[in-house]
């Protein structure tokens, strides 16, 4: 049985067809341990004492570190026929059951995003996420071969959905970042539409009336396949590539798939039918309308922090801790880049580090840091905490271009965790992060929480600069606040 | 940590204890930079510690100006890189019932002495919690762990410093910053020499006195195994021993009636500010001794007679009391 007991969610035990390494689950795990005043070592499933074991990993040959990677992702999936028996409630549950104990002033629902959960960690708050990774076993589909990932989903999705009529799967195929992975699993994105038993028990019992309720709400969109009422295909996904060059190809593509040995020179693409929320970032409305129904018959406020591109909070939340810094009298000037699920809340305090976190270690993530260097006041110390995902994937920027961050800053540079020659297979980065970030000499104490009225005082003193709003829930997205 | 390897900076180093620890660590090979409000003494202490083998810069600052006290710290940074070593130690004196003492001197002698404690160390943290290490060490007294009559406003300032300290202390567990106290008893410095004085009766140190430079040992001591704190001079421990195990009453008649007799010398005194507001400018007053006699061998008897000194008096009382 997939069914998880009551005394797992108790002891903060996962469900078994939940993906560990995955963005919800990571920032979950970092939101949640920081409320608990813990750090966040190894991706919070190994603990600090892993260290070595990253160094032998990065010693093994290439071929080896690969299959550790792709055989560790395999572990975590399920048969495709055992979706029958996934109950998202179980892992809500367990969501749920990560935060401690007590009454917070609001309660973050929606979108992952690691800035969202440095964001979550000032305000002292949990965040409910709306998407949930389900890995799926497919060892016979090609990673190249999009149109057989897709049928091979079908049945599982059937599967899933029947037995969950309060979610929609975004099955998502990207064969330039997670080629290692998609040779042995399927990706099932879970959206929530509806709050659920669980979230809405969690809500009752840790948000005091009049409390409020604030809806992450990353509006990426991606063209998709509708395959079913509930059921969506999203070939590609955020990264190096783009939109087109998944569905159209390209030169780099090409190259790309050239350089893998693959027998393909282009994807194969289904026909898009519809744009929806992206699969991994993106926001589902519908779970919207039910929030703002729950929180009309309890007495909840709601608020909407709504951006379009999921680094779009990012310059926003870095300042902010910047802004809280000073607040708090204190002078450090020092930037963590972050990236992806390499993150760390309780440390970037401790450490007096201002977080900016990256969605993926792609061109895009590269260019945005960039651009936020360049338009900041100057830091002393910029330090690179880099992801790697095994693949030189289109769009992968080389370890040296990655140092180009480092001339922005006053005194000096460095990574945490990262073995250059490694990248972008440099899987000891998931135990070293925290530990080498904990070898930053600083300590600076622990804060309270930052007050919404303190972080609505932030956004009306940088009114326009940000490409976030923080709405009402009844104000549309052109009100007088919309120019935050 | 090693004296000869560290940066120290020293408050109030232009005499006294501050002077003492300045020279003693340049003797060590240490580097460090003085401060105090009269930049000429301060020019001869560097040369003087250059003399001994150290390095040593000057930089004159008032511990009453937050923004001279950054100055120190930043010129300290600008020059070395990092500071290791943060000696609170500027301080001045007030004698005098609290009533006749002028409530601007009796504000000066706390802005003075706790403030230029609390300015030194807002100023020095931040490089502190940067490197994450440090020594601040604050120069509190064996009268900031119990009061004495006719100095209530420079006991005031040393109890502070110790709750200052205290607290500072726990909120810096787990940041490799060390809070440590230094709790002298009678040093044979100039302080007494440039007390302010409103009591009408010459000032001087009550015995035991002990010299400067058992200070300085000490503080040595807590650069290379910090503690929480330490005494300078046994007198001082046997006292603070004595006020805790003794009855408020009889401690207080006491040390009351010890400092009321041994803390002045016969002769009449004009009022006088001190250097409270402006630095002394009688050269002599820019050493390290204020020339007082100095006890001599072990201080034994000191600690016996502290203990006594409380004792007696309480069974004094006692038996006052059982007579009524």
Redesign the interface.
């Known amino acids: 049985m997939l069914k998880t007991p009551g005394y797992f969610s108790m002891h903060r035990v996962p469900p078994k067809f939940i993906a560990n390494f995955d963005s919800a689950t990571a920032m979950l795990r970092a939101n949640a341990m920081y409320l608990r005043g813990k750090e966040f070592s190894g991706l919070g499933f190994m603990p600090r004492s892993a260290r070595p074991l990253g160094t032998v990993i990065n010693s093994l040959p290439q071929s080896v570190k690969e299959q550790i990677y792709i055989w560790s992702g395999y572990s975590e999936a399920i048969p495709g026929a055992d979706m029958s028996k996934v109950d998202v409630e179980d892992i809500t549950k367990w969501v749920t059951s990560e935060y401690p104990e007590r009454e917070y002033p609001a309660v973050m629902i929606g979108s992952s995003n690691g800035a969202g959960v440095h964001l979550n960690a000032a305000l002292g708050i949990p965040w409910l996420p709306q998407t949930f990774l389900i890995p799926v076993q497919q060892p016979d589909v090609h990673p190249d071969e999009t149109l057989d990932g897709m049928k091979a989903g079908m049945e599982p999705a059937r599967l899933l959905l029947e037995a969950n009529p309060d979610i929609q799967l975004h099955h998502m195929h990207d064969a330039n970042q997670d080629r290692l992975m998609l040779g042995k699993m399927g990706y099932f994105r879970v959206k929530k539409l509806k709050l659920g038993e669980q979230y809405e028990k969690f809500l009752r019992e840790h948000l005091p009336p009049g409390g409020t309720i604030i809806l992450n709400e990353c509006h990426r969109t991606w063209p998709t396949t509708r395959l079913g009422e509930r059921h969506i295909f999203q070939h590609g996904a955020l990264g190096g590539a783009t939109e087109s060059e998944f569905h159209e190809g390209s030169e780099r593509v090409t190259k790309y798939l050239e350089r893998y040995g693959s027998h393909k020179r282009q994807w194969d693409t289904p026909e898009k039918n519809e744009v929806s929320p992206e699969a991994e970032w993106g926001f589902e409305p519908s779970l919207r309308e039910d929030v703002e129904r729950f929180a009309r018959e309890n007495g909840y406020k709601v608020k909407r922090l709504v951006y379009e591109e999921p680094e779009h909070l990012s310059p926003l939340v870095a300042d902010l801790y910047r802004w809280w810094y000073r607040q708090r009298q ?3 000037n020092r930037l963590m880049l972050e990236s992806f699920i390499v993150l760390e809340p309780y440390w970037a305090l401790r450490t ?1 580090s201002v977080p900016f976190w990256m969605k993926f270690n792609m061109e895009p993530s590269l260019e945005w840091a960039t651009h936020y260097l360049e338009n900041t006041e100057p830091y002393d110390d910029i330090h690179l905490m880099l992801f790697s995902h095994g693949v030189e994937a289109v769009g992968l920027p080389s370890i040296d271009q990655w140092k180009s961050v480092f001339e922005f800053a006053r005194k000096k540079g460095s990574f945490l965790g990262v073995d250059e020659k490694s990248f972008p297979r440099d899987f000891g980065v998931f135990v070293k992060y925290q530990t080498d970030l904990m070898d ?6 622990m804060p309270g929480m930052l007050t919404l009225n303190q972080f609505e005082r932030f956004l009306d003193e940088n009114q326009g600069r940000y490409r976030v709003q923080f709405l009402d829930h009844s104000a549309t997205e052109t009100a007088t606040v919309a120019a935050r | 940590m090693n004296v000869t390897d560290a940066i120290i900076v020293i408050t109030g180093a232009s005499s006294g204890i501050g002077r003492a620890t300045a020279l003693a660590c340049a003797e060590r090979g240490g580097t460090v930079v003085v401060s105090a409000r009269r930049s000429h003494a301060l020019e001869q202490l560097a040369q003087e510690c250059s003399n001994l083998g150290g390095n040593a810069v000057a930089i004159p600052a008032d511990v009453t100006d937050p923004d001279a006290m950054d100055a120190l710290a930043s010129g300290t940074i600008e020059k070395f890189g990092r500071i290791d070593v943060w000696f609170n130690n500027a301080g001045v004196t007030v004698a005098g019932n609290f009533d006749e003492v002028p409530p601007d001197v009796y504000r000066q002698v706390i802005e003075t002495n706790l403030f230029g404690v609390i300015n030194g160390t807002r100023s020095v943290l ?1 490089y502190m ?5 440090g020594i601040i060490i604050n120069h509190s007294s064996v009268l900031g762990k119990f009061g004495a009559s006719q100095f209530s406003a420079y006991s005031t300032s040393k109890a502070a410093i110790i709750g200052f300290s205290e607290s500072l202390r726990q ?1 810096l567990r ?4 060390n809070v440590c106290l230094l709790l002298p008893a009678a040093i044979d410095t100039p302080i007494y020499n440039q007390a302010a004085n409103f009591s009408g009766l010459g000032v001087k140190p009550v015995e035991p006195i002990y010299p400067a430079e058992l200070a300085a040992q000490e503080v040595i001591g807590l650069i290379e195994r910090p503690r929480a704190e330490v005494y300078v001079g046994n007198s001082g421990r046997a006292g603070s021993f004595a006020r805790k195990v003794t009855p408020f009453a009889a401690s207080d008649r006491a040390i009351g009636t010890t400092w009321e007799q041994d803390h002045f010398t016969p002769n009449p005194a004009d009022p006088s500010r001190g250097n409270v507001f402006e630095p002394d400018s009688n050269p002599d007053h820019a050493k390290t001794s204020g020339g007082w006699p100095v006890s001599e061998g072990s201080s034994t008897p000191y600690v016996a007679a502290g203990i006594a000194a409380a004792a007696i008096p309480a069974a004094y009382l006692l038996r006052s009391r059982s007579k009524k």
């Open positions: 204190l002078r450090p007096g930053i000499p600083a300590r600076y104490p | 931040p919690r940067e490197q994450g290490s909120e787990g940041s490799g910053i």
